[in-house]
């Protein structure tokens, strides 16, 4: 069994900044993929980013530039800078974490961009 558990989330300003985190726990030998996921309210579920166990980052278009997402493979660790937030960056954000055949989702945190 893994669990995931994201943090950081909260509500900030307009250019503001925040940074999440997620880790992963459990019965893990080995993590593949780590990724962010958001879902604005009333809108689908879509990809932010991910990072492979070998250090590739791929980033969803639209991120790229305000996300950065990094990884500490010996803490089971992966985070999300998020840099210039808007207020259509407002979202619940999602942890995905790939091992074997299997993804685990945590019970993401909630981003508010507002003034």
């Known amino acids: 069994q893994v669990k995931v558990v994201e943090s950081g989330g909260g509500l900030v300003q307009p250019g503001g900044s925040l940074r999440l985190s997620c880790t992963a726990s459990g019965s893990i030998f080995s993590i593949d993929a780590m990724g962010w996921y958001r879902q604005a309210p009333g809108k689908e579920r879509e990809l932010v980013g991910f990072?492979?166990?070998?250090?590739?980052?791929h980033y969803a278009d639209s991120k790229k530039g305000r996300f950065t997402i990094s990884r500490d493979n010996v803490k089971n660790m992966v985070y999300l800078q998020m840099n210039s937030l808007k207020p259509v960056d407002t979202a619940v954000y999602y942890c995905?974490?790939?091992?074997?055949?299997?993804?685990?989702w945590g019970q993401g945190t909630q981003v508010t961009v507002s003034s």
């Open positions: 990072i492979t166990s070998g250090g590739e980052i």
């Open positions: 995905n974490v790939s091992v074997g055949r299997f993804r685990y």
